[in-house]
């Protein structure tokens, strides 16, 4: 597989539209993520922040646009060509998603065994080179069970930067956590795309942490793209969705009755 130009963006969205059966869920989205850049994609519930991170995985292939990963057309790559280009590629979930049967190490280490020919002493030292960067080398031998909700998340990012990624999709990384702990992990998060050159793509509903480590924000509403921007852009816009969503105000539904009836005749089988 060709390796990707240094001016290449990491990421390049372009017209990406998606359905689920007839039901559209995202209509035109357009974002482009250059390198050792971290975006934050935000948005209520059902805003289309999980379709998108899909897409982005390639795992669902788009009605019509295009999705390119480190220079790659999802596509257009085969099978083969995608599984090589996911290695470069790390993601960290919500609740760390660690195997419960196995320990904070064996964990971690997994993907090295899965997809390296790393002989052992290696995969022992990128496996601790990892948990250190992490805090969590003295509880690598704890299971997943004994461990706190940040520890959880902790490991499964060290999980999921373990083979060194070039981009890291973290899903929800401060969903749960208290306010110290989430500060913690949004100044590891900075800590890795610095130390590492990572691209970071973010899906998150949390305004604190989103502001705190993210270049830019791409704020969803309905499958819909309100805007991409600097922080500073997104706080001074007066789009009323956005200004809703800061002030943490709920969606406004304006109630059609003429519409709801219209709904509801449309779905009735004619006789």
Known sequence: MPETEPHQAA????????????????FDINLTVQRREIVA??????SGKTTLFRHLLGLKPPTSG?????????????????????????VAFQNGALFSSLSVRQNVELPLREHTKLDENTIRIMTRMKLEFMRLAEFEKFMPAQLSGGMLKRAGLARAVIMDPQLLFFDEPSAGLDPVTSAELDRLILKLRDAMNMTIIIITHELHSAFSVADRIMVLD????????TREEVRASTDRRIVNMLDRKPADDDFNPDDYFNRLTSTVPKT
């Not at 990421?11 to 995202?26: K, M, T």
């Not at 994609?41 to 059902?46: E, F, L, Q, R, T």
């Open 11 to 26: 990421i390049a969205v372009r017209d990406l539209n998606s359905h689920y059966a007839d039901r559209q869920v995202l």
């Open 222 to 229: 309905r499958g819909r793209q309100l805007m991409v921007g």
């Open 66 to 90: 295009q999705v390119e990963l480190l220079g790659r057309d999802l596509t257009e790559v085969t099978r083969p060509e995608l599984f090589e280009l996911r290695k470069k590629i790390g």
């Open 41 to 46: 994609v935000m948005g209520h519930s059902g």
